[in-house]
Structures are given as structure tokens and as C-alpha cells.
């Protein structure tokens, strides 16, 4: 820039020269910081080890967020519930993975698909011996072992109700692992990330038991997202939620997401 020697305008010709010559970042705004709460106990989406925050889910909002300067993202762990009550009630701005559920009417809006969960059937392999494709019909007899307190899709209760098959159901993923590797359930109904993940961290004493997990087929998937409080609303909110959505667009296009799906759900 050229200034002519005049006192009136020095003062700006220093001011000009001062912000040209300045760091990055002086003279911005800085970010504005989000908060987002996420289930602190769905390994391996999102679940805390050793005081760390963790997971597939963390990890893809952390990367997205990489690409909006604009924002610090800062993602808090909560029990589900308690991160459900405080998205009603509009104490957090959004909450991390929910499906979408007509009751939520608090909701407003979901952002744009993170991911899609899918409930598997595993079973035995000695069960495998006898062809099985057909669901429910070739696993009328079965004891399928679920989850206690696992939502349970109508493609499970409906024929568990009409006698068909039997449900039977215990304390979680590595409980119900050591029952299908002792023969003590036929098969296991269970999301299957969730359930592959417990497998790995099981290898050593499943494989004393010549098991190892075998997935025949899919019963029911539902894609997840970021919900947001629909009585949680500060100026930055449709910015933050159209820069977080083209941003988890990009990384899926990119194949950055799926790298990371990968090494959590191999």
C-alpha cells in the first residue's frame, strides 16, 4: 500500500500496514465452540476407555470438524438417557447417534446420515450344518440370544410370539458370545459392530472353544445421525448444521469415512 504523507490519514495507513503484517487469527472472531453429548457406553461407536472418549462416531465428527474453522467441536460423553432428557429439554445443542424416532418430536433437525447400523444373526456353525436362508422358517426351534434391554425388531418378536423360534436374553455382547461358542444359544441377534468388536476382544478365550463368528444374515438396519434440540436454538445454528453436513458429505465422497468405519469394524 501507498500513502501519501498526510497527517489525517497516517493513522490508517499504520492500522492498514499493522492487520497486513498480523499473525493468522488476529484480528478474527475466534471459533465458536459447539458442544455435542454422545452415548458414552455403544462400543464401537462411541464409548469411553480409560477416562478417553472414543469411538467410530467421535472420530468422524472430529475429522469432519477438521474442515470448519469457524467451530470448535467439543464432544462431551453422556449415559443415553441423561443425553436424551437434556436434548428435550434443550440443555444441549445436539445429541450423537440416535435414529430417527416420529416420538421425538424435540428433535429439529436430524443432520445428514452418519452412518447405517445393522442387526445381524450369528450362529454356530454346528447350527450352519443344516442349510438356513430362509428367515424365520429354517430357524424354527432355535434359542436366538439377545441383549437384555435391545430394542428388538418386529422381524425377532413377531415370530418369538407365534412360538416359532425362542429368545433368550443375557447382560450384554460378551455374555451372550461365550453362550453361542459353549453351544448354550444357537444363534445371536446383535448389532453387528458392536458385536464384532466384543469378538475381537474375545479371541483369545473364544478361539479355546474352536469359535469363531460366523454372520448369516441381516435382519434390520436403520441409519444414524446427529439430532438436534429443536429448544436449543443460538444464532450459529443453521450455519453449524449446514457446514456439519457438507462436511460429513465430503469425507464420505472422499472415502476418508470409510477408512474409518474400517478400523473399527473389520
Known amino acids: 500500500m501507498i500513502c501519501k504523507i498526510d497527517l489525517r490519514r497516517a493513522g490508517a495507513c499504520l492500522l492498514a500496514a499493522a492487520?497486513?503484517?498480523?499473525?493468522p487469527g488476529i484480528g478474527h472472531a475466534a471459533p465458536q465452540t459447539v458442544i455435542l453429548y454422545g452415548d458414552d457406553d455403544y462400543a464401537p461407536y462411541s464409548y469411553v476407555e480409560n477416562g478417553v472418549f472414543?469411538?467410530?462416531?467421535?472420530?468422524?465428527?472430529?475429522?469432519?470438524a477438521m474442515s470448519m474453522p469457524?467451530?470448535?467441536?467439543?464432544?462431551?460423553?453422556?449415559?443415553?438417557?441423561?443425553?436424551?432428557?437434556?436434548?428435550?429439554?434443550?440443555?444441549?445443542?445436539?445429541l450423537f447417534p440416535p435414529g430417527r424416532k416420529t416420538e421425538r418430536s424435540y428433535v429439529q433437525p436430524y443432520s445428514a446420515v452418519l452412518y447405517r447400523e445393522s442387526v445381524v444373526l450369528f450362529c454356530h456353525e454346528a447350527v450352519m450344518?443344516?442349510?438356513?436362508t430362509r428367515f424365520p422358517a429354517d430357524f424354527a426351534g432355535l434359542t436366538i440370544g439377545v441383549n437384555t434391554g435391545f430394542l428388538l425388531s418386529e422381524k425377532l418378536m413377531a415370530p418369538a410370539r407365534e412360538?416359532?423360534?425362542?429368545?433368550?436374553?443375557a447382560k450384554g455382547n460378551e455374555a451372550n458370545l461365550k453362550k453361542l461358542a459353549l453351544r448354550r444359544i444357537d444363534c445371536y441377534a446383535s448389532d453387528r459392530g458392536a458385536a464384532r468388536h466384543t469378538a475381537r476382544q474375545l479371541q483369545g478365550e473364544l478361539a479355546?472353544?474352536?469359535?469363531?463368528?460366523?454372520?448369516?444374515?441381516?435382519?434390520?438396519?436403520?441409519?444414524?445421525?446427529?439430532?438436534?434440540?429443536?429448544?436449543?436454538?443460538?444464532?450459529?445454528?443453521?450455519?453449524?448444521?449446514?457446514?456439519?453436513?457438507?462436511a460429513l458429505l465430503a469425507l464420505r465422497h472422499s472415502g476418508q469415512q470409510a477408512r474409518i468405519e474400517q478400523a473399527y469394524l473389520r
Not at 492487520?19 to 499473525?23: F, G, Q, R
Open 208 to 246: 479355546t472353544y474352536g469359535f469363531a463368528l460366523h454372520e448369516v444374515l441381516e435382519l434390520s438396519s436403520e441409519a444414524t445421525y446427529i439430532a438436534y434440540s429443536a429448544r436449543n436454538t443460538p444464532a450459529y445454528k443453521d450455519d453449524f448444521i449446514a457446514q456439519m453436513n457438507a
Open 19 to 23: 492487520c497486513a503484517m498480523a499473525p
Open 70 to 94: 469457524d467451530y470448535r467441536l467439543e464432544l462431551q460423553p453422556r449415559p443415553w438417557k441423561r443425553g436424551l432428557d437434556a436434548l428435550e429439554k434443550g440443555q444441549v445443542f445436539g
Open 54 to 64: 472414543k469411538g467410530m462416531y467421535v472420530d468422524i465428527l472430529r475429522q469432519a
Open 129 to 132: 450344518r443344516t442349510p438356513r
Open 163 to 169: 412360538g416359532l423360534l425362542h429368545l433368550e436374553a
